[in-house]
């Protein structure tokens, strides 16, 4: 949940129930309650869960807690429009020029997305291993979306560089080029046998 070093315990939002942990994030996220509404309804629903007496005393939620976390999603909030307006503006500036374009702008983001995962990660003494396959298994899909990305512009280039050498054919035939004079203009400018 946040940057900050502990000696492994997990924090009380941490350990929520799943179903109250979405519930504050959807609050948190709503922005119409104040932090402190925010508060005495999560620790309502806390009191009011099936958990025992116990856990539910241990899991109430302090206002510094509930404010660190609020801080925390907020970043990453911030984090996530900056990175939509940047991809905005980037598509609307690529217009209609080829995918590809697009694609390599999405998998840059991603790939810079990832390192900033990781270097933030690095600076806690132990690495989560979860996070370290996580980040592996991101960085393999990433360098797969790649591949697979320049395959298809390399065969839409193939497709374009087939219409324009039978355009190029049927033109030079009618303006009563040989064969061998269509070969040669199809071999020298457009890189075709």
Same mark, same amino acid.
């Given at each position: ?87 905005? &503006?980037?598509? *609307?500036? =690529? ?8 694609? #390599?702008? %999405? /998998?840059? $983001? ?61 033109? &030079?035939?009618? *303006?009563? =080029? ?8 199809? #071999?020298? %400018? /457009?890189? $075709?046998?």
């Amino acid at each position: 949940m946040t940057d900050k070093v502990t000696r492994g315990r997990r924090s009380k939002i941490d350990l929520l129930p799943e179903e109250i942990r979405q519930e504050l994030d959807s609050k948190l996220r709503d922005g119409r309650l104040t932090q402190q509404d925010v508060l005495d309804y999560i620790n309502d629903l806390i009191d009011q869960s099936q958990l025992p007496q116990k856990d539910k005393e241990e899991l109430k939620l302090s206002r510094s807690g509930l404010n660190r976390y609020a801080s925390h999603l907020e970043t990453i909030g911030k984090d996530l429009r900056e990175i939509r307006e940047v991809s905005n &503006a980037l598509v *609307a500036q =690529l217009g209609d020029k080829p995918t590809g374009d697009v694609s #390599r702008m %999405i /998998l840059e $983001i991603g790939r810079t997305q990832l390192f900033k995962a990781m270097m933030t990660n690095s600076s806690k003494e132990e690495m989560d291993i979860g996070m370290i396959k996580d980040a592996m298994l991101a960085a393999q899909r990433l360098e797969a979306a790649a591949m697979h990305s320049h395959k298809r512009e390399k065969e839409i280039r193939q497709l374009f560089a087939e219409e324009v050498a039978a355009a190029t054919e049927k033109v &030079a035939k009618s *303006a009563g =080029l040989t064969a061998d004079g269509v070969a040669l203009l199809k #071999r020298e %400018i /457009l890189g $075709i046998a």
